[in-house]
Structures are given as structure tokens and as C-alpha cells.
């Protein structure tokens, strides 16, 4: 199975598991794409202030740039809907200038035990294929250059009226994405939503020097 979800995070972006597993199985599967950088649990929490743990809409972003891959798998879904929303960047991309984007600058927090705080560009160019950071709470409009402004709002512009994809899991199916190239958001939830998912933070896999998600030849990841 991991094999069959890298081929797709390489062609697509993303790699959506209708059938159903078990969580030993999921989190073996990423395994099997990365190392696990961190788990979390994704739910309604009303003492925590994140857009994750609440039930308002979340804007479409990107994870922490330290991560290739972002995993959910489905312990209870919404009654009404709460869908994963996905958006390929790749099409917005080729709509700018390159040196626009990567001239935009997009803070990221410090990654518990590793990463501090930092900024890095929106798009960054110099690898086999573009990788995209956007989150828009850490575009700082304060500061930017009326140049970078336009790029900040033609971009946040172009997110809104991009296709979107939809995938709403249900209890036991997974969803893997290429975090440098694919947005992820939701629809606001009911406040009483008992959707529930187990997150997985995947790292790159080292023998992929152009950056490509997925296995090396023997079909596993070297240690």
C-alpha cells in the first residue's frame, strides 16, 4: 500500500484510502513513507484556541515546513460533513512570476524539539520541483514592501477562487498529502461535532534527493 500512496502523493498530491485500516496499519504505512516527526489527535477542543481544535471554518494552509507529509486517519467523522478540503497548488504557482513568490516572506513557529522560529518564502525554486509554504496567519502584512503586499493578496486571491478538492473520510479510511504542494483546510463544524482524527507529521525520506515523496527500490525506507 505504501508503494501505490507515494506513486499517487508523486502524480496527484495527494493520496486518498477508501478502504479501511487499522491504526497499527495506518501509522505503518507512513512509516513506511517517512520518518513520524510527530502524532496528534485532531478534534474539537474548545480550551484550545488553535483553528484545529475549533469549530469555525479552517483557512486553507500548508503544515510546518519541516514536514513532507501530512496523514489523517478517521476515528469519527462529523454527522453533517467536516470533509477534508485540498487545493493543488501547482496550478496557482504557474499563474505567477516565480520570483514574486519567493519573495514573500511566511513566518513558521518552532517545532517542539527541533526547529526554532524562522521565515521562509512562499514558493522556494530550487529543487526538482516547487515547494510551497503558506499559511496565511503568518503572513505578516506589517513590514512587507508594497510589492510583496500585492503578491500577499493576489495570492490569498487566487486560493480563494482555486478548484477544490473534497474528501470526507469515514471512520477507518486515511488521507496522505504532499505538504509542499497541496493547501488543506475544513468547512466550519457543528460546535458539538465529535469528529475525530489521528494526525501523522512525516518527515522526507533522505534517499530522495529531488525531494519526491515515496520508497526507495526495495520498497523500504533505509535506516
Not at 179 to 186: D, F, K
Amino acid at each position: 500500500m505504501a508503494g501505490d500512496v507515494a506513486s499517487r502523493l508523486r502524480t496527484d498530491g495527494f493520496a486518498f484510502c477508501p478502504q479501511k485500516l487499522g491504526a497499527t496499519e495506518f501509522e505503518a504505512v507512513g512509516s513506511r513513507l517517512g520518518d513520524i516527526l510527530a502524532k496528534a489527535s485532531v478534534s474539537l477542543r474548545p480550551d484550545v484556541e488553535s483553528y484545529l481544535c475549533q469549530p469555525e471554518r479552517i483557512p486553507f494552509h500548508t503544515d510546518h515546513p519541516d514536514v513532507a507529509i501530512v496523514a489523517w486517519h478517521c476515528i469519527a467523522q462529523d454527522a453533517d460533513d467536516g470533509a477534508s478540503l485540498l487545493i493543488d497548488t501547482w496550478p496557482l504557482v504557474r499563474a505567477f512570476e516565480p520570483e514574486r513568490l519567493m519573495a514573500l516572506p511566511v513566518d513558521f513557529p518552532a517545532r517542539r524539539g527541533s526547529t526554532s522560529p524562522g521565515r521562509r518564502p512562499l514558493l522556494m525554486q530550487g529543487e526538482a520541483r516547487p515547494r510551497v509554504y503558506y499559511a496565511p496567519w503568518n503572513v505578516r502584512l506589517q513590514g512587507l514592501t508594497p510589492s510583496q503586499a500585492a503578491t500577499a493578496a493576489a495570492w490569498r486571491l487566487a486560493v480563494e477562487v482555486a478548484p477544490v478538492i473534497r474528501r470526507r473520510l469515514e471512520p477507518g479510511q486515511a488521507l496522505f498529502i504532499d505538504n509542499a504542494r497541496v493547501l488543506h483546510g475544513r468547512g466550519a463544524v457543528d460546535p458539538r461535532s465529535g469528529r475525530c482524527l489521528r494526525r501523522l507529521w512525516l518527515g522526507r525520506v533522505s534517499e530522495h534527493p529531488d525531494g519526491h515523496v515515496g520508497e526507495n527500490r526495495a520498497g523500504r525506507r533505509r535506516p
